[in-house]
């Protein structure tokens, strides 16, 4: 204990009172806020507080210990005695209410908790039995009903149960144990039948309403109303009815009675044979008359809701307010209503029946229902942010309101945070100076705080995390710099191991503060030469999620997201409308294709040029789609702005591919999601920066992402509502578990290729990490052979073709020795150069180096080859081009030749055609202006070998793909122009 020499009296720190008191150190500062301490001294910036002060302390803030502790109990052990002596009272709660009420006398506060003595038990039980248990008719919850099954016992809705409980026709009953709930006697059924008029005898089967009783009528052509029946009663002309739940109900074998009655009234519609059949053909065709009369330009209430997809009765109910050109006209048996065309068509073009909701909607708008549903937002909320004039443009129908769509997602998108503010390196170093500064290390802690400062700024400068990750870690290192200014008053080296694992020990200290701690502690001692004689070492076991055993999607329901996002004329519809619908669209797709993680693919995704492509505006795809060559040329931007995209976790390049069954998909997706966002940027004040996938960012002052989207993203699956269950891992697993099978099969069970290639494609730095992430599936075939084109990465010409088929020859172990030769013959001939006149020797050349090439692999070992290959397929065999492969790789065999387009080693990719052509343009240009016959010769090999390239591309990916690269018309201009500069 710590003493102030130049006084008389002893003054201990802070966190020496706390320890005597057996507090934590902030409730000792908010004792001396409170005024319970004082008499302090402050030396030095540091709070000094006198010895006599701990007795006092204990008795103002009653921390003496309880006298006799055997005598009293804590309010949860009091609650647990009453509990087994048959109380039902709700928890602890009930118990301080009674001491605070002074009903208990006897109890004791220490440190803060609650204690009551034994005896007090008695009066909580009489106060009980006296005030509650006489109410309560039984105390066995068996011998009631709860809302619900009494709801079902009477074939009534609660809501009417809780009217008559209002009306004091049903009694209800309250227990303290159960919140909220009500209970109803079993008993008092049949008194509660009689008191609300239950019949036991109805069955709605065999009686029928008043309404149900007119309808059965109009299908007799006799039309009453509701006041008839009732008229009908009241005169006892019929006699044979029911009242159930205060309604009248008529037995059905009542219906030819009332008939009858009708038939004899004559002025009801209904046909009798008195009338004679001249009569009846006459009255029918005056009536035909009158009703083609007017009809031209109107229809009938039946016409009209079959034009409008509305039900008639529907219909009828909105025929005063909207349809005012309405008529009724004289019909048999009484008259119908006739609506306007005109009506029709000014309806249509406003409003539409909604049928989920079963009401009027106007077109373009939201109901506050459907935005509540969208948002997330309470109704109250919303009415707030539609009075502050937040939400603007609401409009009241029919006491409901309706939001313009474009001014809803306006709404949504202005309580979107975006990146505006990175919270980084620099920030995070700012946070931590501010907090040393405003707590300064004691004078024998000096050096460690030193040394942890400058721990600590190592750690943060090596840091990839992004802002959320990057901010919880800040606080870590707060948090643990103010754990050890509280416990340690020395230099931490000079700590003994016995104090150490007393910290460490500490439940108020955090796995992960442990864990970083040790670390700090070998940093340390590693500084300071100290070899202690033990090491730790902290690790501990993460609580599993629920994803943890390795979940992945069934291959069906892989195969359901894959159809379900490639469906573009279903989704553009509702993706031009919402952004959040238009960004799922393409975060699903990307997953789908690439293995990149959820939060680098919200991130990294670049802003979309429109330049190239038609569509302008949401609107244009009204009407319109983005043609193949327009999608390819999108997939190409990416592709070379994606080219140096980073996994952030790890610091390794990404690999950026996408499957050809999706360019259309993801093109569209993207391009629709672009477009929202600068409408966003239109009518906020979001900065030209802001992202893509903007949608999927939240928070204000530190922005994290949700990368398995928000309740909004979801609505994408509307259509499929079994793939709602979606999540990022899950997606990522199961993409590169069916990559992984999917080589496997086309490999020949070759595990290691398959496993390559899957790590290229996350971006692993080693296959271990993959293998993690991959399920594990029987060979027996308990994995179904995934049928989507996921091993497509876009490689192609002639060498890529016969590696493909002498590995495909080898797993084809039935294929015969001439089978085999036909094949490779075929494959030559494929290959064999056309006779031009002009390139007749260039293309002979071509073809005795391509021959050449392909005796070398054929004479290669099959697992050599199998070796090279997982080398091309991991792109472990570098050209000069950084879109294609080199055979030979690292023996160059065409050291002189700037670019590998002419050489026969050279295995292109598809992206290699954005490069070629931009050398074809400079090869154009050099043989139009150069005046030498030797760089004439020299690039007029290199541009037929371009060209050679480019008709490759168009065998292996058709000429739409090819034209987004390079329009064919352009290539026929390029060889007109330079046809007569050729040397060769």
Known sequence: MSTENNSELQYITVPEFSKSLGIHEATAYRYIKRGLISNIKNIKGHIYIHIDEIEKTKEKANLNPVDDRNSYLTTYEVFEVLKKDGLCIRGISWIQKKVSSGLIKRYMKFKNKLYIHKEEIKTLKDYYFEHYNSNIPSQKIEDYYTINELSLELGISKKQIHKYIYENKINAFKFLHAKGSIFFLKSHLSLIKEKIGYIDKYNPKEFLSIQELISQLEKHKIHVNDSSIRYLIYRKRIPNYVMHLNKYYFHKNEL??????????????????????????????KQKQEKNKPTTNFLTVKQASEKLQAPPIWLRGLLKDYFPNSKKVPASGGYHWLVSKTDIDNFQKEYYYNHKTRMLHLIDHYDLNTLRSI???????????IKKGLLTGAIKINNRLFIPIQNANKYLESLQYVLDTVYDTHKALEDLLKHYNNHPPSSDFIKTSSFYKKWVEIKINSSNARPFSLRGYILNFINLYDKMLSNFHGEIWTVSDAKIELFLSNRSLSNELKKIFVQFLTYCDNQNGINREKKYLYYYAKKESIYSEKKIYSFEIYHQYYTHVQNIEMHITHATTCRYYANMWAYTTILLTNNWRGIDIVHEFPSIELDSIRADKLSWFKTNK?????????INQLYIKLRNAVANKVSVLYNFYVSPNLIESLAHSLVISELHKRNIQNHTALPESSLILGTFFFGKKIVSARVSGKD???????????????????MNRSTMTYLFYSILEEDGEDADLALEITKNTRSHKNSDTTAIYIQAKNKDGSINRVSVNLLNRGMFGWLYNYILLRLKEDIQNGQTIEERTDTIKELRNSISPIELEKWAIFLQNIHTNKNRVIDEIKHLPIEELKTLAIKLFTNQMPSKEKTGQCLVYPNCKRKNLKTCYSCEYFIPEKMVLIEAISELKRLT????????????????????????LIDEAIKAFGIDVVNSFLPLKEKTIILEKVKQHLLL
């Open 925 to 948: 240009s050099s043989l139009e202006n150069t005046k030498y016959d030797a760089i004439r010769k020299r690039d007029s090999f290199f541009l037929l070998n371009i060209i050679l």
């Open 626 to 634: 983005l043609t193949m060559e327009e999608s390819q040329s999108i």
């Open 256 to 285: 030819s009675q009332f008939l009858n009655y009708f038939s004899k009234k004559g002025n009801y519609g209904h046909t009798t044979h008195t009338e004679t059949r001249e009569q009846k053909q006459e009255k029918e065709k």
């Open 375 to 385: 948002s997330g937002f309470t109704f109250d909320k919303l009415r707030l942010d």
């Open 712 to 730: 909004q993203h979801l609505n994408f699956f509307n259509p499929s509502p079994q793939l709602k269950d979606f999540d990022c891992l899950v």
